[in-house]
């Protein structure tokens, strides 16, 4: 989960680096006591480089992996019958939603479609949570594979292009 608030947090940072210590107030600056090392474990000094390093379209990419993951999860939960796994991915699955809902540039005509789309998102999840309904959390993962999808070949187009200039 810390890989997933860290991203939200950087990407509600835009470009500018952050640096969460408890109880401290995030900082846009990158963190000077190398705090991520707290971790103790490689991988996920990695990881947090990885987010901390990461662009805009790079991070948009990351949370559209966490959504299709913790659906993933979720799905799993209510299949294995855990309430509390199926009801916690569910609910980190919102998170993200919510993100792209409140960053979403409303002067585009696109983000007004993707805002819908999020929002129905975000309603079906709350439906099957309520009724842990697998074929909803396979709707609502449809969706967010598609969109991942989309978002990644775009990023991929994007660096093409810059690179020919």
């Known amino acids: 989960m810390t890989e997933i608030s860290q991203a939200i947090k950087s990407y ?5 680096r952050i640096c969460t210590k408890p109880g401290n107030i995030v900082s846009p600056k990158p963190c ?19 987010i901390n390093t990461a662009s805009p379209q790079e ?5 559209y ?11 799993q939960g209510i299949e294995e019958k ?9 609910i980190k699955s919102q ?15 696109i983000s007004e479609e993707l805002f819908l789309l999020y929002e129905y998102m975000n309603r079906r999840l709350l ?13 609502v993962t449809g969706y967010a594979e598609e969109l991942r999808d989309t978002w990644e070949k775009a990023v991929k187009l994007a660096k093409q292009q810059d690179a020919v200039r």
């Open 12 to 16: 509600q940072q835009g470009m500018g």
């Open 32 to 50: 000077a006591d190398n705090s991520f090392r707290q971790y103790g474990n490689p991988y996920q000094q990695y990881r947090q480089n990885a």
């Open 59 to 63: 991070l948009t990419l990351m949370l």
């Open 65 to 75: 992996n966490g959504l299709v993951r913790f659906l993933k999860l979720a799905y």
């Open 82 to 90: 855990n309430v509390e796994k199926a009801n916690n991915n569910i």
């Open 95 to 109: 998170n993200i939603l919510i993100e792209f809902m409140s960053t979403l540039d409303m002067q585009y005509e």
């Open 127 to 139: 439906e099957a949570n309520f009724k842990k309904d697998l074929t909803i959390i396979e709707e």
